[in-house]
Structures are given as structure tokens and as C-alpha cells.
């Protein structure tokens, strides 16, 4: 039997731009193959209008390079300038990708891939027409395919990168973000800090940045070897304005932030994840 892995990359177009009909577009991991396809849904059932394979690399490739085949088709978003095209964004040939494609037929316009990022967990973007950036948050992970183990602990380094993207491609910046292990130690207790939310809100040119992370530059003196959730402000240039931890005190458990999983509701901003509880210094649940 097929194994089929969804990791988030849906899109629905109430109303083409060239035959006013609605569509689905999704991606998927079918067994280690990646799939996109595009399901016209304006008839009395769905069906499916293109579709398209990635093709595997062969064994002999992912010998020189063992990430050759890792894929996370994580969103498909639109592009708020161009109506004919869509974004596919998360992890293609085991990087952090970008691929700008064709709502008509699906070809591919043009792949951007971060060689210091492992993959795009969070993806953010301003709604008004004509507005051409895309901000992107994600990982690093260094050693991964080398010497890491297979199995995610503390072992493990993990560096937060973000990056703001014009509709060409081009990269106007990048940043990492990472900070030392409390009890840092090489190849026991690595330095692990993950992007896993960001948001852009036009208006203020700011973007919020949710880290999920052990740094102890930002953190209490009291804290180990567990994660905290890291709120970062930063400007539309990406200079850091403001930096909260939020933490929950000397109890020692982790938080662990959702993909995406962070907006503005005006001038508030709202995140999500999951733990046993938290602790911020006017409330604890």
C-alpha cells in the first residue's frame, strides 16, 4: 500500500483569473515522490485538472549528497501581485525552498533554494495587491546527513534563519539566530534554536518572529536543557527591536511553537504552540 504525507501545501482559488472557476492546488509526499497537482472543482464532482512528479535523484546522487532527496511541500501561497502564479515553499533537494510556478499549467518559473537552511516552517507575506515580499522563517541544521544522529535530541544543532524575498527571487536579507546551549557541550548538548512562526504586518513595518529555542543570551540564568518560546520584534530591514522570552520559571519542561503559528490582530500579536503550561510575569497557566 502507497503512503501518502500531507505537510500543509493546500491553496483554494475561489475564482480563476482566466475562466472564473474555483480550483484546489495541493502537494504531497506520495512514498518518498512529491506530487503537486491543481483539482478543478466548478463541476458536479472534483477533478483533477494537472498534475505533476518531482522525480527522486538516483541512489548514486544521494550518495555524494544524502539530502538530495528530502522534501516538505510545507505551503502554497498566492502571489498577491501577479495573478497567474503560486509559491510552493518548505524543503526541496533537502534545503529550504521556494518554487514560483504557473497556475495554468504548472511549470516551474523559477526554484530558490537557501543552502543554510534545512527547511521553511512559517511563511508571511503583505495581502495588498502590487506588494512583492515574502518573509520566511525556518531552520538549519548543519550536520545534518553527517554526523547528527537520526534520532532529534540534544545532540542535535539546530540554528534559526530568517530571510525576506522579492517575487524574483532575489533575497534583500538573511539571519541566523542562535545562541549557546546552557550546558553547551560539542556533540552532547548542541546549541538548538528554531524559527517556527513569523509575521508581516505592513502597516507598522514590523514582523514578528516566534523562536523556539534554548539560547541563554535571552533567557534566565536559571534555565537547562529545555525549550522556551522566543518572541523577536524586528524592523522591514530585519534589525532586531525587541527580544521576550517566555518562560515557565524554573519548571522544566519544553514549548514547542506551531508551524505558521504566529499573526497580528492589530497592534496584538498571537502565537501558538503547545506544553504543559507557561509562565510570564502576569500570569501562569
Request: aromatic share 14%; proline share 4%.
Amino acid at each position: 500500500m502507497p503512503s501518502y504525507t500531507q505537510y500543509g501545501a493546500i491553496y483554494y482559488d475561489k475564482r480563476d483569473y482566466r475562466d472564473y472557476q474555483p480550483y484546489f492546488y495541493g502537494a504531497f509526499i506520495k512514498d518518498s515522490e512529491m506530487f503537486m497537482l491543481r483539482v478543478a472543482d466548478g463541476g458536479p464532482a472534483p477533478t483533477i485538472d494537472w498534475n505533476f512528479k518531482f522525480v527522486n535523484y538516483s541512489d548514486n546522487e544521494e550518495l555524494v549528497a544524502p539530502l538530495l532527496n528530502m522534501k516538505e511541500p510545507n505551503f502554497i501561497v498566492p502571489d498577491p501581485k501577479q495573478q497567474s502564479a503560486l509559491y510552493m515553499i518548505g524543503r526541496y533537494r533537502g534545503m529550504g525552498s521556494v518554487i514560483r510556478f504557473n497556475k495554468r499549467d504548472g511549470s516551474v518559473r523559477w526554484h530558490a533554494q537557501f543552502n543554510k537552511m534545512s527547511s521553511i516552517t512559517s511563511v508571511s507575506q503583505a495581502l495588498q495587491q502590487y506588494d512583492d515580499d515574502l518573509f520566511l522563517c525556518g531552520y538549519y541544521q548543519p550536520n545534518e546527513g553527517t554526523t547528527d544522529s537520526t534520532t532529534i535530541d540534544s545532540t542535535v544543532n539546530f540554528q534559526a534563519v530568517m530571510a525576506r524575498m522579492k517575487d524574483n527571487g532575489d533575497v534583500s536579507w538573511v539571519i541566523t539566530a542562535t545562541g549557546k546551549h546552557p550546558f553547551y557541550s560539542a556533540n552532547t548538548l548542541e546549541d538548538q534554536d528554531k524559527c517556527v512562526g513569523i509575521s508581516y504586518y505592513k502597516e507598522k513595518e514590523q514582523i514578528a518572529v516566534v523562536i523556539q529555542g534554548k539560547m541563554t543570551e535571552v533567557r534566565g540564568t536559571n534555565k537547562g536543557d529545555w525549550f522556551d518560546t522566543i518572541l523577536v520584534l524586528l524592523n522591514e530591514g530585519g534589525q532586531t527591536s525587541k527580544v521576550v522570552a517566555i518562560s515557565q520559571g524554573t519548571l522544566q519542561y519544553d514549548m514547542y511553537g506551531g508551524k505558521n503559528g504566529v499573526f497580528w490582530v492589530g497592534d496584538d500579536i498571537f502565537f501558538a504552540g503547545h506544553s504543559y503550561g507557561f509562565k510570564t510575569q502576569k500570569q501562569v497557566l
